[in-house]
């Protein structure tokens, strides 16, 4: 079975431009979380998602926007790019969301913002 | 303070050494703790998940001490894979799938 995926898995843009990155949890599972991480530090919560309902957002600006798609499908949008939105985006699935629940990790889509 | 916190090392061990690594986090509400493994330029993978009674699997063990909200990771018989960023991680307010994580101590383990 496929496991998490993500696209495009590296790209680079200019500062002002937008970008989305697209991800596909694993079949079957309804949560897909969204992580930001900066070179030397643990990834960061940027949002969370369960049957389509937005369930959590992290300390992101406005910029940041995200929605899941009725196939439990997730894009992750931000707008305005910064030179500091340079970072690995990744994408998380869960079949569920109750503690104790595995979380998976898609490899990742490496943002270069220019 | 940070919420989940971490040496970040990096640990230089020998083969075949024994290396614990450890961790505290600030939300006593936490429910779900673990330990990830992460390798350079790769995605975190779960190592094991951390229980209150502790827990084993393999040279791996896990301790949980709710009252100090500490947690910790003990590797025996490190070998030249172990070599990686161990991350800790706990679930945050608001959501069971909600992670928080550390920083990541690094591990290198040498011939």
């Known amino acids: 079975d496929a496991g998490v995926t993500q696209s495009p898995t590296h790209l680079i843009k200019t500062r002002g431009q937008h970008v989305t990155l697209r991800c596909s949890p694993i079949s079957g599972h309804k949560s897909v979380s969204w992580y930001q991480q900066v070179l030397g530090q643990g990834p960061q919560f940027i949002f969370q998602y369960y049957e389509k309902e937005e369930r959590g957002r992290g300390n992101f600006p406005d910029r940041f926007s995200a929605r899941q798609f009725p196939n439990y499908s997730s894009e992750l949008n931000v707008n305005a790019l910064l030179l500091g939105d340079s970072a690995l985006y990744l994408c998380a699935s869960s079949p569920i969301d109750r503690a104790g629940n595995t979380i998976y990790f898609g490899e990742g889509s490496w943002l270069t913002v220019v | 303070r940070k919420e989940v916190e971490q040496d970040p090392g990096p640990f230089n061990v020998p083969e075949g050494a024994t290396v614990a690594f450890n961790c505290t986090y600030s939300?006593?509400?936490?429910?779900?703790f673990f330990w990830y493994r992460q390798d350079c330029r790769k995605e975190p993978k779960l190592l094991m998940s951390v229980y209150s009674s502790g827990n084993e699997d393999g040279r791996f063990t896990a301790q949980l001490n709710r009252a100090s909200q500490y947690i910790s990771l003990l590797i025996r018989d490190s070998k030249l894979s172990d070599s990686a960023t161990y991350l800790c991680?706990?679930?945050?307010?608001?959501?069971?799938?909600?992670?928080?994580f550390g920083a990541g101590t690094r591990l290198a383990v040498h011939p």
């Open positions: 939300n006593s509400a936490s429910q779900s």
């Open positions: 991680v706990v679930n945050g307010p608001g959501g069971y799938n909600k992670l928080i």
